[in-house]
């Protein structure tokens, strides 16, 4: 989709604390270096600026970052994009993979509105019923197309596990409410949590010092449009996604609900059972692509996920 040694704009560069979207960013700018399109404009929303934009790419092509949602569940980044796809009407633009998932009609239609605007627009997903979703809502193109992180390839381990089983689980609006049983082989974390039995390097400690120090949106708004800003915060996504592979792996086992903790398990050969999201993300991945994975189980609840991680154990421990 991207002509050979167009100018290209990438959007969407995360300043949060979610792994997964930093993988993603990573596993893009990783891909565009091997592409031969040059990279002339990236930004977080906050940094974004029309104009500067508008100067740099002439007519090339605007990617807009994959990750979480297109839809209403994460108001800020769909409203980020739909601004984009109105600034940029001549431009094509293509939405890197996507899960699609609306519960408010009148946000469907407003989407609707401003996507079927644009003539030059890709929308690429990453699960079938989302392409469903996309086919029905939109007149745009649309493409199947696994999670970018995938392009990272085989990682390692890090470090020797240090608790049989580790739950790894959302605690945000995609939540469904999973919750561990007690016990001395499991632990409980999150992607933002679980610091304080790990080495953080430079690149956390700064993230939390930055969050401490700038607790108001204006204050970080300013900041983000600093020069140089948008280079430091691509450091900082390389941090959390370090942090996020130490955390997977103090769990012999890991349960998990959060999509890029089962793509970055699959990646380092880590067992693993996933457990759904409000919305059926993973449901809807696991069946499009992974669920052939031979140490990855898909599980209906919290109970049915510590029995799939013991029977992984064994495996692990026979194996």
């Known amino acids: ?94 939405q890197l993979p996507q899960s699609i998932f609306f519960q408010d009609r009148d946000r469907l239609e407003n989407a609707r509105r401003v996507l079927n605007s644009h003539k030059q627009l890709t929308l690429m997903v990453r699960d079938a019923r989302s392409l469903m979703r996309a086919q029905e809502y939109f007149s745009a193109a649309t493409e199947l197309c696994p999670d970018v992180v995938f392009t990272l390839g085989p990682l390692p381990r890090v470090g020797t596990p240090s608790t049989e089983i580790l739950w790894l689980l959302r605690s945000d609006l995609e939540s469904a409410g999973s919750r561990p049983p007690g016990g001395r082989s499991r632990t409980r974390t999150d992607w933002n949590e679980g610091l304080s039995n790990l080495t953080p390097d430079l690149g956390d400690l700064a993230q939390r010092l930055a969050h401490t120090l700038l607790p108001y949106t204006w204050i970080r708004d300013r900041v983000a449009r600093m020069p140089g800003s948008d280079a430091l915060a691509e450091r900082f996504a390389r941090a959390r996604v370090s942090r996020g592979r130490r955390i997977l792996s103090q769990g012999r086992v890991v349960i998990t609900d959060r999509l890029h903790a089962h793509i970055l398990c699959l990646l380092m050969g880590i067992p693993h059972v996933i457990l759904d999201t409000a919305q059926g993300k993973l449901a809807d991945f696991h069946a499009t692509w992974t669920s052939g994975s031979p140490i990855t189980r898909f599980a209906t609840s919290d109970e049915d996920a510590e029995a799939k991680a013991h029977v992984l154990l064994r495996h692990t421990s026979t194996g």
Do not use: K
């Open 1 to 94: 989709m991207l002509p050979r040694s167009s100018p290209v704009a990438l959007l969407g560069l995360p300043r949060h604390d979610n792994v997964g979207d930093s993988a993603i960013w990573q596993a893009e700018r990783r891909y565009l270096r091997g592409t031969g399109c040059p990279l002339v404009y990236l930004c977080s929303a906050r940094a974004y600026s029309a104009s500067r934009l508008r100067r740099r790419l002439g007519r090339g092509v605007i990617l807009l970052s994959g990750g979480g949602n297109l839809g209403d569940v994460w108001l800020d980044e769909q409203a980020f994009r739909e601004q984009v796809i109105q600034d940029f009407p001549t431009n094509p633009v293509i």
